[in-house]
């Protein structure tokens, strides 16, 4: 800020050097003689003043425009960790891409922090005491942090930092306590609070239980033991037995919710730290406390109302979703609350909830988000989710594609649209045999190809091999023009080995091959954003994918699929 004011001063200078510069400097009779100054000189003055004042205005403006945060400099925490267990390190992972979060991404870093030993000269005395230091450069900033120890305990989780931030912690495992200190101890002090008001509320909150699936004699059952535990004193367990109970216990959800006590916090911290990092941890705190309500609504509920024919609830829901949540969140600023994680997150649940409610599709529903950024931010999530490509095809996914503005979103989305469609050739990636020799699909070129990619301890897995896969396999056992693949992720050679063996997740006499450890990080799986499983694809003769996916793999939508490939000439 110093230089950019001194560089102001200099333009300033430029311009006015007639009447504050002293006549008789040397470079003041430059170009001067009897006649006036020379032609040249005279003209080179007239263009380069409204260069300089040029110059001077843009510097200005970009000082005037830029939010303190764009300013970039680095962040630094400096630490003192006390514990009895033995540990050498921390563990370090930054999320400057919010998206990575939302998506359930890998982080933009994930770094191993040494704990120093101490000592009297570091002003530090308990032989349990070590420090360290963190330098974050200011490329990754704004960012979200999560710091663990070696036992995997939280020292921050999710925690917001900025640009210039510089910050001393102190974490006490012996006291089990956290301190801030330092120019920015306020912005972590606010989270730390809030942290522990939303840790509480989680804590304190009922727990529910799902019993509408079960027949009457069971919700009896079921009742008459939750009723004896709740009379203990232990957690209380609410049953949930019909629609009707829900929309109470949604309604209970939201009202339990400490509004008071969230706002007093924030209130108290307003005036003591920057408002664009306020706003920011507003956002992130407020939808932390009201996701999980949403998100249950949306993903539990709301396809079982529907299932159930229960018409007359669908308009009470939707005005509790209208007036629950657009009170709460009238006042962000939605530049700001655009990087919070969980509002992200939170918002593209409340567009999934309008949308199963009305039937219009999310991407229209996201047209009342005026400000673009945000809307793509949400709607770039929203997409990132392979089953919505899956269930809804990709029209919408290529409309919104289309008419994008934000152009590091336009890449991502670029990505995930290129990879969804049918008809190109798969790409060739290296897959592990069972005699540890690299496999590559275009070895299978001339057949049908149908790929089963699944994990050790995924019940679905088990499911889709005990109805599904083995009848598949039975079917088209004589089949010389199909090639059945099963891909495991697992991250152990031996736990893939083992579970070949039970026979629980794969019939026999299949091509068995592995991803190397890699999981869902292996590129082809990166490549087609696979991260649920089972998961299944259909390759053709000519090596291009046919099936993207299935939404909900059966054996007669993927015998009809595969007969349909093999009677192609």
Not at 359 to 385: C, D
Request: proline share 6%.
């Amino acid at each position: 800020m110093k230089k950019t004011t001194f560089t102001c001063f200099l333009a300033l200078l430029c311009l006015t050097r007639s009447q504050y510069l002293p006549k008789k400097l040397p470079f003041a009779q430059i170009g001067t003689g009897s006649n006036g100054p020379a032609p040249f000189l005279s003209i080179s003055a007239f263009l380069i003043k409204p260069y300089i004042l040029l110059v001077f205005c843009m510097v200005w403006i970009s000082q005037c425009a830029s939010p303190s945060w764009a300013q970039q400099t680095p962040a630094v925490i400096y630490g003192e960790y006390a514990s009895k267990e033995p540990s050498s390190a921390l563990n370090l992972k930054l999320w400057h891409d919010v998206l990575r979060i939302t998506t359930d991404e890998s982080p933009d870093l994930d770094m191993r922090i040494v704990l120093e030993k101490a000592s009297l000269t570091q002003g530090v005395y308990s032989r349990h005491d070590k420090t360290f230091k963190i330098n974050l450069p200011a490329k990754y900033l704004p960012a979200w942090i999560s710091l663990t120890d070696s036992m995997g305990n939280y020292l921050m989780y999710r925690t917001l930092i900025s640009p210039g931030d510089s910050l001393k912690i102190k974490v006490d495992r012996l006291f089990n306590q956290t301190f801030f200190s330092g120019p920015s101890a306020a912005t972590f002090q606010l989270q730390h609070k809030l942290q522990d008001l939303w840790l509480a509320h989680k804590f304190s909150a009922p727990f529910y239980l799902d019993l509408m699936l079960s027949n009457p004699g069971q919700q009896e059952q079921y009742t008459s033991k939750i009723d004896l535990h709740n009379r203990n004193f232990a957690k209380e367990v609410v049953p949930l037995t019909d629609h009707k109970v829900v929309l109470d216990m949604l309604k209970q959800r939201w009202a339990n919710v400490p509004h008071d006590q969230l706002e007093d916090i924030l209130r108290t911290y307003k005036d003591r730290i920057p408002e664009e990092q306020y706003q920011t941890v507003r956002a992130e705190y407020l939808s932390r406390f009201y996701f999980p309500i949403i998100y249950s609504f949306e993903r539990i509920n709301y396809p079982r109302l529907l299932k159930a024919d229960h018409s007359m609830l669908l308009p009470e829901f939707d005005r509790f979703l209208e007036n629950a949540f657009s009170e709460s969140f009238i006042e962000l600023d939605a530049d700001q609350a655009g990087f919070s994680p969980s509002y992200l997150l939170l918002s593209e649940y409340l567009l999934r909830g309008k949308s199963t409610i009305s039937g219009i599709p999310v991407l229209k529903w996201a047209e009342s988000i005026k400000n673009t950024p945000v809307r793509e931010s949400i709607l770039t999530a929203y997409f990132s989710h392979r089953n919505i490509i899956l269930k809804h095809g990709t029209e919408d996914l290529e409309t919104f594609y289309k008419t994008m503005e934000t152009a590091a979103l336009k890449l991502r989305i670029k990505k995930i649209y290129q990879a969804s469609l049918t008809g190109d050739p798969v790409p060739e990636y290296d897959f592990i045999s069972q005699e540890g020799k690299p496999v590559q699909l275009s070895q299978f070129k001339g057949k049908t190809v149908l790929l089963d990619f699944w994990m050790t301890g995924c019940s679905a897995c088990i499911a889709f091999n005990k109805y599904h896969f083995g009848k598949l396999k039975e079917r088209f056992s004589e089949e010389e023009n199909l090639v059945i693949l099963a891909v495991s992720i697992d991250s152990k050679r031996d736990t893939w080995q083992k579970s070949i063996r039970s026979g629980r997740y794969t019939p026999d006499g299949i091509i068995q091959l592995y991803t190397g450890g890699k999981g869902t990080a292996h590129p082809y799986l990166d490549h087609y954003a696979i991260g649920a499983f089972p998961y299944l694809q259909l390759i053709d003769k000519d090596g291009k994918l046919a099936t993207l996916g299935f939404n909900k793999p059966t054996y007669q939508d993927i015998t009809a699929k595969i007969e349909q490939l093999l009677s192609k000439p």
